[in-house]
């Protein structure tokens, strides 16, 4: 596994709907300053859950940024608090972050941390209504489900934007984590089956995850 080092790190934690606020609670009795909290959907799938037709289960993810040598001691203490390791917890994951600006609470001391890149994140801007496509592709080359999230405005002529791209009302982003080791193959199963590369039918960007929680 290749290395990475880092001044700033974002903590995402994707859990059951009503349980984002307890989890921003705990961060913030741990010395996070504060956090976004994103209304989703989850894609995990089971017999029993498709007959009540509650698979696609409302979760909330909640975004914490913070320095480097509190970020791992954070996310340590979320999963002992929220027990990840119990099916249906929810996940934590702990990406690198180059520059953080517009907080002067979140500032980093000390050297930048090293880290082995386990996993990673894939984040797909799609057309509304095919984000249930690209997570059919991704799980096609082995990924187990994914967070999809409904870019809308507040009205019909705004609009958001990620990464400096606009995020029309009618986009989607679905989030998948899962190993390096197969993430080429997922990127390219959605590449493929989503025609991604054609101009306009989407973008996909790949994050480094240095630490995750409730992926196994």
Request: aromatic residues 6%; hydrophobic residues 45%.
């Amino acid at each position: 596994m290749k290395q990475t080092s880092y001044n700033y790190a974002l903590i995402t934690v994707i859990v059951n709907f009503g349980t984002g606020s307890k989890v921003l609670a705990k961060a913030k009795q741990c010395g996070i300053s504060g956090g976004t909290l994103i209304i989703a959907k989850g894609t995990a799938k089971s017999r029993l859950l498709e007959f009540l037709e509650l698979y696609e289960a409302r979760k909330e993810i909640v975004l914490m940024a913070a320095e480097c040598c509190m970020a791992h001691d954070v996310i340590e203490k979320l999963d002992r608090e929220f027990k990840f390791i119990k099916k249906g917890h929810g996940i934590a994951i702990l990406a690198p972050v180059a520059s953080i600006f517009g907080t002067s609470r979140c500032q980093c001391v000390g050297k930048p941390m090293k880290g082995e890149i386990m996993y990673k994140s894939v984040l797909t801007i799609i057309d509304r209504g095919r984000a249930e496509a690209v997570i059919e592709a991704a799980e096609k080359a082995g990924s187990r489900g994914g967070t999809i999230i409904n870019a809308r405005g507040a009205g019909v002529h705004e609009t958001k934007k990620l990464f400096s791209m606009e995020i029309e009302p009618e986009k989607e982003i679905v989030m998948i984590v899962a190993e390096d080791t197969k993430i080429e193959a997922i990127v390219q199963s959605i590449r493929e089956h989503l025609g991604i590369d054609e101009p306009g039918k989407g973008i996909i960007f790949v994050q480094d995850v240095i630490k995750a929680y409730g992926l196994s």
